[in-house]
């Protein structure tokens, strides 16, 4: 149990900063491909953040800079299912382990209890 909350607050401690590193990259790189027609600065829409977007930019550019959060937060969505498919294929190995390791234990047991008889003496 305590593996798993070791594991879920690294997780989480690793993830956010990766996650907020790749949507501010991704949004800077689709503004500058977006908005630089229009002649505002990626820098400014980024810096003000989203509540403040619609007091930057208007019309055309608005919705080109709406667009280019919804391609960032995609790229993000797209970190965190790749995260969940390793998890779910890493946990797929570990419980084919533990069953393979069952299954081996169970057959020396059988194996060692077949020996035991084999090699019985028979009492007089």
Do not use: H, W
């Amino acid at each position: 149990m305590s593996i798993i909350l070791i594991c879920q607050n690294i997780g989480a401690a690793v993830a956010l900063p990766v996650a907020n590193a790749i949507f501010s990259n991704t949004l800077r790189r689709q503004l500058q491909e977006c908005i630089e027609a229009f002649g505002v600065d990626p820098d400014v829409i980024v810096g003000s953040g989203v509540r403040s977007i619609r007091a930057i930019v208007s019309g055309d550019q608005l919705s080109a800079t709406l667009q280019a959060y919804c391609n960032s937060i995609d790229i993000v969505m797209y970190l965190g299912i790749a995260v969940a498919v390793a998890a779910f294929a890493l946990a797929l190995k570990i419980s084919r382990r533990r069953k393979s390791s069952k299954t081996e234990n169970l057959r020396s047991r059988q194996t060692a209890s077949k020996l035991a008889a084999l090699f019985k003496i028979p009492s007089e």
